[in-house]
């Protein structure tokens, strides 16, 4: 009788980060893999994985920053396994899933750099910006410190504004012939 009062928790408990952070996590682990279907499998095996440590979920971050932290884990692991090496993985800003607002041109062109980015900066800058998580929760969420969550954007921001000053001269190089 208990393992069933315990088993109907455990799968309303799933249920429930399932519909509250769902799209986020497959949008974060769509741009780490750079692929869409990576990213669903992805966040169907960080939500399996959350649903096996519910019990030893102790509630000493909020749930979104302990979901992040498994799911970049299960990127990582994704990225390092020998199939995944052997997959087209450039993403477009098409094949992520639906946006809340539309998806503006310089949207595209600031995913499109991001891509660019190596993984910890880029996982720095999506938990950071995209998740709004603090530099507290992106450190907690990424099993490093603040300072070297601080480090990883301050060299990723720096990265960016090359890559996107880079796109905007080639722009305007091309608009004036």
């Given at each position: 009788?208990?393992?069933?009062?315990?088993?109907?928790?455990?799968?309303?408990?799933?249920t429930?980060?399932?519909?509250?952070h769902?799209?986020?996590?497959?949008?974060?682990?769509?741009?780490?893999?750079?692929?869409?279907s990576?990213?669903?499998?992805?966040?169907?095996?960080?939500?399996?994985?959350a649903?096996r440590?519910?019990?030893s979920?102790?509630?000493?971050?909020?749930?979104?920053?302990?979901?992040?932290?498994?799911?970049?884990?299960?990127?990582?692991?994704?990225?390092?396994?020998?199939?995944?090496?052997?997959v087209?993985?450039?993403?477009?800003?098409?094949?992520?899933?639906?946006?809340?607002?539309?998806?503006?041109?310089?949207?595209?062109?600031?995913?499109l750099?991001l891509?660019?980015?190596?993984?910890k900066?880029r996982?720095?800058?999506?938990?950071r910006?995209?998740?709004?998580?603090?530099?507290?929760?992106?450190?907690?969420?990424?099993?490093?410190?603040?300072?070297?969550?601080?480090?990883?954007?301050?060299?990723?921001?720096r990265?960016l504004?090359?890559?996107?000053?880079?796109?905007?001269?080639?722009?305007?190089?091309?608009?004036?012939?």
């Amino acid at each position: 009788m208990a393992a069933d009062r315990n088993q109907g928790w455990r799968e309303a408990a799933l249920t429930g980060l399932v519909e509250r952070h769902r799209t986020a996590l497959v949008r974060m682990c769509c741009l780490c893999l750079g692929d869409a279907s990576l990213a669903e499998d992805a966040a169907q095996e960080t939500f399996l994985k959350a649903y096996r440590a519910l019990d030893s979920f102790r509630g000493e971050c909020d749930e979104k920053t302990w979901l992040m932290r498994i799911a970049i884990n299960t990127c990582r692991d994704m990225r390092r396994s020998r199939w995944t090496r052997h997959v087209d993985r450039r993403v477009t800003p098409e094949m992520l899933p639906e946006a809340s607002a539309p998806f503006e041109e310089r949207d595209e062109e600031l995913t499109l750099a991001l891509m660019r980015l190596p993984p910890k900066q880029r996982e720095a800058v999506l938990l950071r910006y995209y998740q709004r998580m603090s530099l507290a929760q992106t450190a907690q969420a990424m099993g490093v410190t603040v300072s070297t969550v601080s480090k990883q954007l301050g060299r990723a921001l720096r990265s960016l504004r090359g890559i996107l000053e880079g796109c905007l001269l080639s722009t305007s190089d091309a608009a004036d012939d």
